[in-house]
């Protein structure tokens, strides 16, 4: 089976190595440069690590994983609302929970496969022909080709659903919110995991690397979906973040390559179904949950496992059923926390604030962790 898989992102690389472990050769086509990858943090969950452990490639992760300890949450004056520790989430997944930076994720995940199937950078398909029997791909650089089946992991604003199921628009649930993610150099180490600030329709924070360097995490209410350029960025974040103190301050006024940052809107993907003929979707494209939820990574990689296993002992037809059968239950779930959890941590009053600082930590806390990740965390996925 000849497949083209659409983006070579958390979804489509580990899609590539799934299919590889089952003797399938995919192609991969990957719209950015080699090394231009996202310079922020993502969070490993129970079902990315388990298909992490499947791979083999747990250790390499944990290798680069980025400190665990405490996470304090300030006003924005710099005056301390509350903490909790990643390690009491940590163990309450029974330490199946690791952050680590996309490049380093990347890296691994792309070292797994390179060599043995092609990839091709700066590429992208331009048109997308299913006649029934196949289908033929256009690429950016003018060539053709024909695969069995065309599986599109290319992230929320995916090319692949444009071209074969409809107008990004259509598929767009808003949650009003706005958010913004870059890496920065410290002048300072930060004395935590994470240093937070909250106000009200505003959260901000720095994520230590464990390098000297933080992965910043803005986020605030704003209706709008549409994209914006560089300098709009920089005045949109200094409207809303401006005022903020340090570790903020400097993280706004540092440099901002936006070819690795991340700046979008906060939106969920609702396709109804997630193939249409020899033409499917995986990862971010189907059904992005957004970071609320910390899991999308995770979920990529479950949903990137269970299409590879189903394609590899079924028809495409039924695969693509199967998969979706599997699938669909936890991430209709985990949308519904995504949209929960945008409510606790972006609080929307001066009253909410103050309730959340005093039940975040107690939620948070070793005595109450594992009735709120029984309640917020994704349930560990059957994968075979
Ligand atoms: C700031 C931020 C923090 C996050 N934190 C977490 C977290 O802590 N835990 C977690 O689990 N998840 C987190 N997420 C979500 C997570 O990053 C996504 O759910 C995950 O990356 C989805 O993987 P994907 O491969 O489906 O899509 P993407 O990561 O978007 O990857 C898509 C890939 O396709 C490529 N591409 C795009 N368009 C095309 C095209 N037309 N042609 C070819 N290639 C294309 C892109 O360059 C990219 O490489 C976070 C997201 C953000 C933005």
New binding site residues.
């Given amino acids: 089976m000849r497949i083209l898989i ?9 899609f590539a190595a799934c299919l590889l472990e089952h003797g399938i050769e995919p192609v991969v ?4 440069a080699r090394d ?3 310079g ?6 129970v079902n ?1 690590w388990r298909v992490a452990e499947r791979l083999g490639l747990i250790e390499a992760f944990r290798a680069k994983a980025m400190p665990l300890g405490p996470a304090h949450h300030l006003d924005r004056r710099g005056r301390k609302l509350f903490s909790y520790d990643y390690r009491v989430l940590a163990n309450a997944a029974e330490g199946r929970l690791l ?1 680590i930076m ?1 490049n380093d994720f ?1 890296e691994i995940l792309s070292g797994a496969v390179e060599g043995k199937c092609p990839i091709r950078y700066e ?3 331009v048109a997308l022909d299913d006649d029934g029997a196949g289908v033929t791909a256009t690429f ?1 650089d003018g060539s053709t080709d024909r695969f069995d089946l065309v599986v599109g ?8 659903r444009a071209l074969a199921f409809g107008p990004h628009e259509e598929f767009l649930r808003p949650l009003g919110y706005r ?3 870059w890496r920065v150099s410290l002048a300072r180490p930060l004395d935590a995991s994470f240093v937070g600030m909250m106000d009200v329709d505003h959260q901000g924070g720095l994520y230590a690397v464990g390098d000297g360097t933080a ?1 910043t ?1 803005f986020c605030w209410r704003d209706e709008r979906t549409d994209r914006l350029d560089p300098d709009a960025r920089r005045a949109i974040l200094q409207k809303e973040f401006g005022q903020w103190p340090e570790p903020v301050a400097s993280a706004l006024t540092s440099a901002i390559d936006w070819d690795q940052a ?1 700046f ?1 809107t906060v939106s969920q993907i609702e396709v109804p179904k997630w193939s249409k003929g020899r033409i499917a979707l ?5 059904w ?4 609320l ?8 990689m479950a949903g990137a496992y269970i299409l590879a296993a189903e394609l590899a002992r079924k028809s495409h037809v039924e695969a693509l059923d199967s998969y979706e059968a599997r699938l669909r239950p936890l991430v209709t779930r985990m949308q519904a926390i995504s949209r929960k959890i945008g409510g606790h941590l972006i609080p929307q009053s001066t009253f909410g604030m103050r309730v959340q600082s005093w039940i975040l930590p107690i939620m948070l806390s070793r005595w109450f962790i594992r009735l709120t990740s029984g309640r917020l965390a994704a349930p560990s996925l059957e994968l075979d």
């Avoid at 995986?282 to 189907?286: F, I, K, R, Y």
């Avoid at 992005?288 to 970071?291: A, D, E, K, P, R």
């Fill in positions: 659409v983006g070579g992102g958390p979804a489509g690389l580990t086509v990957e719209k950015a231009r990858t996202g922020y943090s993502i969070g490993l969950h990315g952050a996309r990347h590429t992208t398909v950016s992991a290319d992230g929320y604003r995916s090319a692949v958010a913004s993610a992965a995490l991340f979008d995986l990862g971010d494209s189907a992005c949950l957004t970071f939820a910390g899991q999308g990574t995770s979920t990529a």
